[in-house]
């Protein structure tokens, strides 16, 4: 193991540096963001082929048509310090007693997923109980699908949990008894799942991003309310201000909330990025490559290339969650054309990723920073 210098002056806030375990010096001030792809045989951390009970069918490329699976095999090697590796022990007992809670949109579902399949080893568990009831995840009366899913892991008494939130911000009804009723969105209040859950959570990773455009206000009927009242600010009509001000609130707010709660670390997790090439999801765009690294394997950039995140976390507690720079370079890892039904005619998903697949190197640096 590489033994890296304790980087001064960071003791305060979330994780400042320490001595680890066998008194190894572990720098948890790392910028984990830089660094290169490697080929590694030992990957992927589990099989695209099991964690039937988590992952979702359309997200494990190996029961898709795809045949290609180079991008497995890659592994994220930081450049000034050396990953810790993950082992489903070490995170259940340093997760002992605890509640680790992903909130945001469907990238966050998919690290969600992920996690549940690294924590399994993408095997069969017994000890895992959905524990969903105890926070509210149920499913809504004449609705669908609950807001979320939580589990908890017996043993350790570790609960991973997942709630539906694409914007981070509160959304309610403007008339609750017309289902077809406008929704306000209330740009300075966080998710109500937050405010009534957030005593109960010790590390929670937030994430917002690709539901900040016209075409889903206008599906959801999401219409922009700040202070309670209907906003007429036409700063606040673009809708990436809009998205600003909110991933600013959020942090706000949460980071108000951290003396209340010593022990909570929060991550915001910057945006995923997306590879449509030759149009957009809906205008015949596609991500075609198959060969890992075709864009490039490293990155030396020191900034974050998420501003917004980055600003907004920037003198608070809340750490970043660095994964766009180094997402940006796995163009061939999406989705892509392939469904578990071919289908021709379908658009591509240049969004979301297969699993196992990028999302499990998110989870690799969470793992180092919790
Ligand atoms: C499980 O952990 C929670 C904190 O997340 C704690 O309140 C509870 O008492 C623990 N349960 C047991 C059986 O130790
Ligand atoms: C984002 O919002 C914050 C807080 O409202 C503001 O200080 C910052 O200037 C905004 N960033 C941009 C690029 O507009
Ligand atoms: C990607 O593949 C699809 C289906 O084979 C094809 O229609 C599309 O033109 C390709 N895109 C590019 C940029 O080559």
Not at 208 to 217: Q, Y
Request: hydrophobic share 35%; glycine share 10%; net charge neutral.
């Amino acid at each position: 193991m590489l033994v890296v210098p304790i980087v001064s002056g960071g003791g305060g806030g979330v994780g400042g540096g320490g001595v680890g375990k066998g008194g190894v010096s572990i720098s948890l001030d790392c910028n984990y963001a830089k660094g290169k792809w490697v080929i590694d045989n030992h990957r992927p951390l589990y099989s695209g082929f099991g964690c039937k009970r988590w992952l979702s069918g359309s997200w494990a490329c190996r029961l898709t048509q795809r045949t290609d699976f180079a991008y497995e095999n890659l592994r994220w090697q930081p450049k000034d310090c050396e990953l810790e590796e993950f082992q489903r022990s070490k995170f259940l007992t340093r997760m002992q007693h605890k509640t680790l809670a992903f909130v945001g949109d469907s990238l966050g579902r998919q690290q969600f997923q992920s996690l549940m399949c690294m924590i399994t080893g993408g095997e069969e568990m017994q000890n895992v109980e959905d524990v969903g009831i105890e926070y509210g995840l149920v499913k809504p009366e004449g609705g669908t699908h609950p807001h979320g899913y939580a589990y908890r892991f017996i043993t350790t008494n570790t609960t991973i949990l997942y709630y539906w939130s694409s914007t981070l911000c509160d959304t309610q009804p403007i008339d609750p008894t017309d289902p077809e009723s406008d929704v306000a969105m209330h740009l300075d209040q966080p998710p109500a799942f937050l405010q009534k859950y957030l005593h109960k959570i010790h590390v929670l990773v937030l994430n917002t991003g690709h539901h900040w455009n016209r075409g889903k206000l206008k599906a959801n009927r999401w219409v922009i309310y700040i202070n309670g009242v209907r906003s007429t600010e036409k700063e606040l009509a673009m809708i990436w201000r809009a998205k600003n001000f909110t991933v600013h609130s959020v942090v706000s707010w949460v980071n108000s909330q951290i003396p209340k709660y010593p022990n909570l670390k929060v991550f915001f997790r910057s945006i995923s990025p997306r590879h449509f090439v030759g149009g957009d999801w809906d205008t015949g765009g596609s991500c075609n490559n198959t060969t890992p690294m075709s864009v490039g394997k490293e990155i030396l950039e020191e900034e974050s290339s998420d501003l917004s995140v980055a600003s907004a976390v920037k003198g608070t507690a809340v750490k970043l969650l660095d994964i766009t720079a180094l997402s940006q370079l796995r163009d061939e890892a999406h989705l892509s054309r392939f469904r578990m039904t071919p289908n021709p005619a379908a658009v591509q998903d240049c969004l979301h990723w297969c699993l196992p697949g990028v999302p499990d190197t998110w989870n690799e640096l969470l793992f180092a920073q919790i």
